[in-house]
Structures are given as C-alpha cells and as structure tokens.
C-alpha cells in the first residue's frame, strides 16, 4: 500500500477583482500521484505548473484564500487538517523551496537539533552539517548569517535528520555545488532505501532522474503522465503523453530541441487538453475536452492519443 496517496486534487484561489468582485483561479485540478515506502517519485514540472502547490496540499499549508478539494491519504487514511498538524516536520517532512522558512531568531544549529527524534541531537546534527559540508561555526549563526547556499543546506539538513516516513524536497538543490547536489540526492536515496517515501520535486528531470524510482510530470497544474524512472530512455519512445516525451527530448544530451509554445497560465486554460495548444498530434477532439488520466503500459497518462 502506498503511504502517500494524492487522488483528484484541485486548488483554487479565491481572488477579488476590480469592483470586488471575487474570481476563482483554478491552479491544480485532477493531480493524481502515489509514494511508497522506499520509493523516490520525483514530480516534474516547469516553473508554475503547481509542483510546490502540491507540497503545501500534502502538508496542509496552503495560503488561507485556497481551496482544496479531492482525497490525500496517507498510510491508508484520509488526512484532515489535524492529523496534517500532527504529522508534519515529525513523520512527514519538507525540505522548502524558499530559505525563508527558516526561523530568523533562532540559531540554525538549535532548528536542526528540535528535529532529531532518535539519538543525540548535538551529535546527529553536527554529523549531519559535515555531510552537508556546512563549517562548525554555522551552528551558532542564526540564518541571516548564512549564505543562501548554506541556507539551503541548512534546510535539507532539518528535513533528512527528522526520521520522517514521507520526505517532501522542494527543489533541494539549486545552486548549490555539484558535489552537495550530488550528496543531497544520495542522502534521499538513502532515506528511501532505509524505507521512507520520498516525493522530490524538481524542474531538472536528468538530475531527478539519477535517484528517482518514478516520475510524475505536471503540466499547467495536472499531472500527465506517470512512468517509471527506465521510461526516459532512448528517444522516449517508452514515455506516453507528447509533453513527458517532449520534455526528455529537450535535454541537452538527447535532442536538445525546444518545446514550442509555453504552459499556460492558471485563469487562461484551454477548455480541452491543456496541451493541445502546443502538440503535434492535437485533434478537433483534444480542444473539446480534457482527456482523462487512464492506466497505459504500466503507466498513466493524460492523452486521447497515447499508445
Ligand atoms: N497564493 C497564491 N495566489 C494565487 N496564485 C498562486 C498562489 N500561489 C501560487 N499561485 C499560482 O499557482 C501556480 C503554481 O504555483 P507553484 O508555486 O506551485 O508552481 P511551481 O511549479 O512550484 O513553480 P516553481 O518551479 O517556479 O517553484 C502559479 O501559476 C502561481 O502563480
Ligand atoms: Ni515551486
């Protein structure tokens, strides 16, 4: 059984227009996604597509004017607002995208120590800041004494030593240095190989592609195709949806040709396939209607067309 299980989610937000009128702006909608136990899924997408909407929905953290609906379980039960409490930064935790979530008046060395649950708190984390090539005297520093790059390891740092059973890492590794990139995806592995459930969201689908087990790839808020991490091979020809393929064919050392068009923006969704507008194999049909997710090939995917 899955211990993450994400089925028709959608987020909206509640936003006053001129005239305080009061518009809803759809920005995730059918997101389906499942993490098992020593299992890393990595949820790709482009900037906007709803990848740390979708963190904050898991962790119950979404900004007050949002609107959820859809079913989160986890370990088999639905998860309501208080056992979101109850489990976050215990048994499920984040690794933010923004530096900003660590706690300004508090040195970084005590916000990593109040997450250790086994062991010594002083040892773990000192362990810990070596492995994240983080100086000994960062512990001392509260987190504006720290460089953004030293922020984020910071954060990583928190969110691997906790022993939580569901690890979320929004984006952990940008513009950090190879050599910490490198450790903090063999840090997740590691977690997962050890039986935790690591869900890693990334818009780098060759680095995620180093440790991930499966990929979901979002696009303008929906999720279109899930794969096993092996599907990205060759020239895609095992990848279902034409943005999952486009996307693997867009790296560097595979074609390195460039999706034409761009994701659109939440409040101007095609009312079809929210693709449609920039794919090769669009019919009359796809501009109608939104394709449902559909199993294919031990995968899912979002297409009419896929085969
Ligand atoms: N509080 C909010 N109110 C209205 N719209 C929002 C709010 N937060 C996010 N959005 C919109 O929701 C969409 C998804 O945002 P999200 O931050 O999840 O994207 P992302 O995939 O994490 O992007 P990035 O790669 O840039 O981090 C974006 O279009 C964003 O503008
Ligand atoms: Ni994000």
């Given at each position: 059984m899955p211990i993450l299980e994400v089925d028709d989610l959608s987020v909206s937000f509640m936003q006053y227009t001129r005239g305080f009128k009061q518009?809803?702006?759809?920005?995730?909608?059918?997101?389906?996604?499942?993490?098992?136990?020593?299992?890393?899924?990595?949820?790709?997408?482009?900037?906007?597509?709803?990848?740390s909407l979708l963190a904050h929905a898991v962790l119950g953290i979404l900004p007050s004017n949002a609107a959820m609906s859809g079913t989160i379980r986890y370990d088999g039960d639905v998860l309501t607002a208080q056992r979101q409490e109850?489990?976050?930064?215990?048994?499920?935790?984040?690794?933010?995208?923004?530096?900003?979530?660590?706690d300004p008046l508090m040195k970084v060395g005590a916000q990593v120590r109040s997450s250790v649950r086994t062991g010594d708190p002083l040892v773990e984390q000192r362990k810990s800041f070596e492995r994240?090539?983080?100086?000994?005297?960062?512990?001392?520093?509260?987190?504006?004494?720290?460089?953004?790059?030293m922020a984020r390891r910071v954060l990583v740092s928190t969110a691997t030593i906790s022993g939580a059973s569901l690890l979320i890492a929004d984006e952990p590794t940008p513009g950090l240095d190879p050599a910490v990139v490198q450790e903090t995806l063999s840090?997740?592995?590691?977690?997962?190989?050890?039986?935790?459930?690591?869900?890693?969201i990334s818009h780098d689908l060759e680095s995620a592609l180093r440790v991930a087990d499966r990929v979901a790839v979002l696009y303008a808020g929906t999720t279109v195709e899930i794969a096993a991490a092996e599907?990205?091979?060759?020239?895609?020809q095992r990848l279902r949806h034409p943005y999952a393929k486009a996307l693997w064919r867009a790296l560097p050392q595979n074609e390195f040709l460039p999706i034409p068009g761009s994701q659109p923006q939440p409040g101007e969704l095609?009312?079809?396939?929210?693709?449609?507008?920039?794919?090769?194999?669009?019919?009359?049909?796809?501009?109608?209607e939104r394709p449902p997710m559909r199993v294919l090939r031990e995968g899912k995917t979002r297409c009419f067309h896929a085969t």
């Amino acid at each position: 059984m899955p211990i993450l299980e994400v089925d028709d989610l959608s987020v909206s937000f509640m936003q006053y227009t001129r005239g305080f009128k009061q518009t809803r702006l759809q920005v995730l909608q059918g997101v389906q996604l499942s993490v098992g136990r020593g299992e890393i899924v990595a949820v790709i997408g482009s900037s906007g597509s709803g990848k740390s909407l979708l963190a904050h929905a898991v962790l119950g953290i979404l900004p007050s004017n949002a609107a959820m609906s859809g079913t989160i379980r986890y370990d088999g039960d639905v998860l309501t607002a208080q056992r979101q409490e109850q489990l976050r930064g215990r048994e499920i935790a984040l690794v933010p995208q923004s530096v900003n979530f660590l706690d300004p008046l508090m040195k970084v060395g005590a916000q990593v120590r109040s997450s250790v649950r086994t062991g010594d708190p002083l040892v773990e984390q000192r362990k810990s800041f070596e492995r994240f090539r983080l100086p000994p005297d960062a512990e001392n520093r509260y987190p504006h004494q720290l460089s953004g790059g030293m922020a984020r390891r910071v954060l990583v740092s928190t969110a691997t030593i906790s022993g939580a059973s569901l690890l979320i890492a929004d984006e952990p590794t940008p513009g950090l240095d190879p050599a910490v990139v490198q450790e903090t995806l063999s840090t997740l592995r590691e977690l997962a190989d050890q039986g935790a459930a690591v869900l890693l969201i990334s818009h780098d689908l060759e680095s995620a592609l180093r440790v991930a087990d499966r990929v979901a790839v979002l696009y303008a808020g929906t999720t279109v195709e899930i794969a096993a991490a092996e599907d990205f091979a060759d020239s895609g020809q095992r990848l279902r949806h034409p943005y999952a393929k486009a996307l693997w064919r867009a790296l560097p050392q595979n074609e390195f040709l460039p999706i034409p068009g761009s994701q659109p923006q939440p409040g101007e969704l095609p009312d079809g396939c929210l693709f449609a507008p920039r794919c090769a194999l669009a019919t009359s049909e796809c501009g109608r209607e939104r394709p449902p997710m559909r199993v294919l090939r031990e995968g899912k995917t979002r297409c009419f067309h896929a085969t």
